[in-house]
Protein backbone atom coordinates (compact mmCIF):
# COMPACT_ATOMS: atom_id res chain seq x y z
CA UNK A 1 0.00 0.00 0.00
CA UNK A 2 2.38 2.88 -1.17
CA UNK A 3 1.82 6.03 0.42
CA UNK A 4 4.14 8.77 3.66
CA UNK A 5 3.65 7.97 7.20
CA UNK A 6 4.51 10.10 9.74
CA UNK A 7 4.99 9.35 13.49
CA UNK A 8 4.33 9.47 16.23
CA UNK A 9 0.77 11.13 15.66
CA UNK A 10 1.07 13.21 19.10
CA UNK A 11 4.48 13.56 20.59
CA UNK A 12 5.68 15.51 23.77
CA UNK A 13 8.21 17.47 24.46
CA UNK A 14 9.88 18.65 27.76
CA UNK A 15 12.27 21.83 27.92
CA UNK A 16 15.31 20.99 26.68
CA UNK A 17 14.70 17.85 24.86
CA UNK A 18 15.24 16.80 21.23
CA UNK A 19 12.34 15.07 19.57
CA UNK A 20 12.46 13.38 16.09
CA UNK A 21 9.97 13.48 13.76
CA UNK A 22 9.49 10.07 11.78
CA UNK A 23 8.62 10.76 7.83
CA UNK A 24 8.83 7.52 5.71
CA UNK A 25 7.67 7.11 1.91
CA UNK A 26 7.36 4.17 -0.60
CA UNK A 27 6.19 6.60 -3.38
CA UNK A 28 9.69 6.53 -4.72
CA UNK A 29 9.20 10.31 -5.05
CA UNK A 30 12.42 12.53 -4.95
CA UNK A 31 11.14 14.97 -3.19
CA UNK A 32 10.75 15.80 0.78
CA UNK A 33 9.28 18.73 2.63
CA UNK A 34 8.41 19.60 6.21
CA UNK A 35 6.08 21.79 6.63
CA UNK A 36 4.96 23.31 9.95
CA UNK A 37 0.95 24.55 10.53
CA UNK A 38 -0.04 26.79 13.81
CA UNK A 39 -3.71 26.69 15.05
CA UNK A 40 -5.53 28.82 12.20
CA UNK A 41 -2.75 29.62 9.80
CA UNK A 42 -1.22 28.24 6.41
CA UNK A 43 1.93 26.14 6.17
CA UNK A 44 5.57 27.20 6.94
CA UNK A 45 8.36 25.23 5.15
CA UNK A 46 10.75 24.27 7.44
CA UNK A 47 12.90 22.21 4.96
CA UNK A 48 13.34 20.16 1.90
CA UNK A 49 15.35 18.19 0.19
CA UNK A 50 15.49 16.91 -3.96
CA UNK A 51 17.68 14.55 -3.66
CA UNK A 52 19.12 11.89 -0.80
CA UNK A 53 22.40 13.54 0.89
CA UNK A 54 21.25 16.90 -0.07
CA UNK A 55 18.48 19.29 1.47
CA UNK A 56 18.06 23.41 1.76
CA UNK A 57 16.56 25.71 4.53
CA UNK A 58 13.36 26.59 4.27
CA UNK A 59 11.67 30.10 5.81
CA UNK A 60 11.59 29.04 9.69
CA UNK A 61 14.37 26.70 9.95
CA UNK A 62 16.06 28.02 12.92
CA UNK A 63 15.83 25.02 15.60
CA UNK A 64 15.14 22.52 13.59
CA UNK A 65 17.45 19.75 12.14
CA UNK A 66 17.12 17.02 8.80
CA UNK A 67 18.77 14.61 7.07
CA UNK A 68 18.41 12.83 4.06
CA UNK A 69 20.17 9.76 4.47
CA UNK A 70 17.33 7.54 2.08
CA UNK A 71 15.03 8.47 -0.35
CA UNK A 72 12.35 6.81 1.37
CA UNK A 73 13.24 8.93 4.74
CA UNK A 74 13.18 12.53 6.10
CA UNK A 75 13.23 12.82 9.80
CA UNK A 76 12.77 15.88 11.30
CA UNK A 77 14.39 16.82 14.94
CA UNK A 78 13.05 19.44 16.89
CA UNK A 79 16.03 20.90 18.93
CA UNK A 80 15.89 22.62 22.26
CA UNK A 81 16.81 26.26 20.45
CA UNK A 82 13.36 25.83 19.01
CA UNK A 83 11.34 28.08 21.81
CA UNK A 84 8.00 27.39 20.37
CA UNK A 85 7.68 24.12 18.91
CA UNK A 86 4.15 23.29 19.68
CA UNK A 87 2.52 23.41 16.42
CA UNK A 88 1.00 20.56 13.84
CA UNK A 89 3.99 19.15 11.53
CA UNK A 90 3.11 17.75 7.51
CA UNK A 91 5.82 15.47 5.60
CA UNK A 92 5.10 15.65 1.96
CA UNK A 93 6.41 14.12 -1.29
CA UNK A 94 6.45 15.57 -4.57
CA UNK A 95 7.81 13.34 -8.08
CA UNK A 96 10.18 15.16 -9.50
CA UNK A 97 10.71 16.08 -13.44
CA UNK A 98 6.67 15.14 -13.37
CA UNK A 99 4.17 17.37 -15.19
CA UNK A 100 2.42 16.40 -12.32
CA UNK A 101 3.66 18.91 -9.64
CA UNK A 102 1.41 18.38 -7.06
CA UNK A 103 2.54 17.96 -3.15
CA UNK A 104 1.39 14.53 -1.69
CA UNK A 105 0.80 15.26 2.19
CA UNK A 106 1.31 12.65 5.57
CA UNK A 107 -1.35 12.61 8.09
CA UNK A 108 0.77 14.46 10.48
CA UNK A 109 2.62 14.71 13.65
CA UNK A 110 0.55 17.11 16.53
CA UNK A 111 4.02 18.14 18.64
CA UNK A 112 3.38 19.63 22.17
CA UNK A 113 5.64 21.00 24.83
CA UNK A 114 4.93 19.79 28.93
CA UNK B 1 8.74 36.64 -2.91
CA UNK B 2 5.92 35.22 -3.76
CA UNK B 3 2.76 35.59 -1.55
CA UNK B 4 -0.36 34.29 -1.57
CA UNK B 5 -3.32 35.89 0.36
CA UNK B 6 -6.65 34.72 1.38
CA UNK B 7 -8.75 37.71 2.27
CA UNK B 8 -11.54 35.38 4.22
CA UNK B 9 -11.07 34.12 6.80
CA UNK B 10 -14.31 32.32 7.16
CA UNK B 11 -17.28 31.10 5.16
CA UNK B 12 -20.54 29.99 5.24
CA UNK B 13 -22.97 28.19 2.77
CA UNK B 14 -26.10 26.33 2.85
CA UNK B 15 -26.13 22.95 1.72
CA UNK B 16 -26.84 22.76 -1.61
CA UNK B 17 -26.07 26.38 -2.26
CA UNK B 18 -23.22 27.50 -4.08
CA UNK B 19 -20.11 29.25 -2.97
CA UNK B 20 -16.64 31.01 -4.01
CA UNK B 21 -13.28 31.38 -2.18
CA UNK B 22 -10.79 33.86 -3.32
CA UNK B 23 -7.01 34.05 -3.43
CA UNK B 24 -4.74 36.55 -5.21
CA UNK B 25 -0.79 35.91 -5.47
CA UNK B 26 2.07 37.81 -6.50
CA UNK B 27 4.66 36.61 -8.60
CA UNK B 28 7.09 38.22 -11.40
CA UNK B 29 7.18 35.12 -12.96
CA UNK B 30 4.80 33.34 -16.53
CA UNK B 31 4.72 29.98 -16.02
CA UNK B 32 3.54 27.79 -12.63
CA UNK B 33 1.06 26.21 -11.05
CA UNK B 34 -1.68 26.83 -8.73
CA UNK B 35 -3.57 24.76 -6.39
CA UNK B 36 -6.52 24.14 -4.15
CA UNK B 37 -5.89 21.85 -0.86
CA UNK B 38 -8.66 20.85 1.53
CA UNK B 39 -7.43 20.58 4.94
CA UNK B 40 -11.05 18.62 6.73
CA UNK B 41 -11.01 18.29 10.59
CA UNK B 42 -8.76 14.75 10.54
CA UNK B 43 -6.60 17.34 8.99
CA UNK B 44 -5.09 15.24 6.42
CA UNK B 45 -4.25 17.91 3.52
CA UNK B 46 -6.12 16.84 0.25
CA UNK B 47 -5.46 18.30 -3.33
CA UNK B 48 -8.75 19.57 -4.68
CA UNK B 49 -8.01 21.19 -7.80
CA UNK B 50 -4.73 22.29 -10.06
CA UNK B 51 -4.22 24.70 -12.42
CA UNK B 52 -1.06 25.11 -15.09
CA UNK B 53 -0.44 28.93 -15.68
CA UNK B 54 -0.39 28.41 -19.40
CA UNK B 55 -3.72 27.07 -19.71
CA UNK B 56 -6.54 29.60 -20.12
CA UNK B 57 -8.73 27.10 -19.38
CA UNK B 58 -10.22 26.80 -16.07
CA UNK B 59 -9.91 23.91 -14.45
CA UNK B 60 -12.96 21.71 -13.28
CA UNK B 61 -13.37 18.37 -10.70
CA UNK B 62 -16.88 17.25 -10.45
CA UNK B 63 -18.66 19.79 -8.16
CA UNK B 64 -14.96 22.14 -8.33
CA UNK B 65 -14.22 24.51 -10.35
CA UNK B 66 -11.54 27.65 -10.32
CA UNK B 67 -11.88 30.98 -12.15
CA UNK B 68 -8.18 31.98 -13.23
CA UNK B 69 -7.73 35.06 -14.59
CA UNK B 70 -4.04 35.47 -14.91
CA UNK B 71 -3.40 39.15 -15.44
CA UNK B 72 -5.33 40.10 -12.07
CA UNK B 73 -3.37 37.60 -10.66
CA UNK B 74 -6.66 35.91 -9.34
CA UNK B 75 -7.20 31.85 -8.50
CA UNK B 76 -10.62 31.60 -6.95
CA UNK B 77 -12.44 28.40 -6.54
CA UNK B 78 -16.20 27.52 -6.88
CA UNK B 79 -18.07 24.20 -5.23
CA UNK B 80 -21.18 23.97 -6.32
CA UNK B 81 -24.10 21.60 -4.86
CA UNK B 82 -22.44 22.35 -1.34
CA UNK B 83 -22.37 19.07 0.95
CA UNK B 84 -21.51 18.77 4.84
CA UNK B 85 -18.23 17.03 3.73
CA UNK B 86 -17.00 19.97 2.03
CA UNK B 87 -16.82 21.44 5.27
CA UNK B 88 -13.14 22.22 5.95
CA UNK B 89 -10.29 24.49 5.70
CA UNK B 90 -9.03 25.14 2.11
CA UNK B 91 -5.83 26.58 1.27
CA UNK B 92 -4.64 28.22 -1.89
CA UNK B 93 -1.13 27.13 -2.76
CA UNK B 94 1.15 28.40 -5.23
CA UNK B 95 4.28 26.94 -7.16
CA UNK B 96 6.95 27.95 -9.62
CA UNK B 97 7.28 25.67 -13.25
CA UNK B 98 10.48 24.29 -11.13
CA UNK B 99 8.36 23.61 -8.60
CA UNK B 100 11.03 23.62 -5.43
CA UNK B 101 8.86 25.38 -3.24
CA UNK B 102 5.10 25.94 -2.65
CA UNK B 103 3.57 29.26 -0.88
CA UNK B 104 0.83 28.95 0.94
CA UNK B 105 -2.56 31.08 2.13
CA UNK B 106 -3.49 31.74 5.09
CA UNK B 107 -6.86 29.54 4.80
CA UNK B 108 -10.39 29.89 4.66
CA UNK B 109 -12.57 27.94 7.39
CA UNK B 110 -15.71 26.97 5.46
CA UNK B 111 -19.01 25.65 7.17
CA UNK B 112 -21.81 24.18 4.97
CA UNK B 113 -24.75 24.68 6.77
CA UNK B 114 -27.88 22.04 7.08
Known amino acids: DGGITQSPKYLFRKEGQNVTLSCEQNLNHDAMYWYRQDPGQGLRLIYYSQIVNDFQKGDIAEGYSVSREKKESFPLTVTSAQKNPTAFYLC?????????????FGSGTQLSVL | AQTVTQSQPEMSVQEAETVTLSCTYDTSESDYYLFWYKQPPSRQMILVIR??????QNATENRFSVNFQKAAKSFSLKISDSQLGDAAMYFCAYTSNYGQNFVFGPGTRLSVLP
Open chain 1, 92 to 104: ATQLRGATNEKLF
Open chain 2, 51 to 56: QEAYKQ
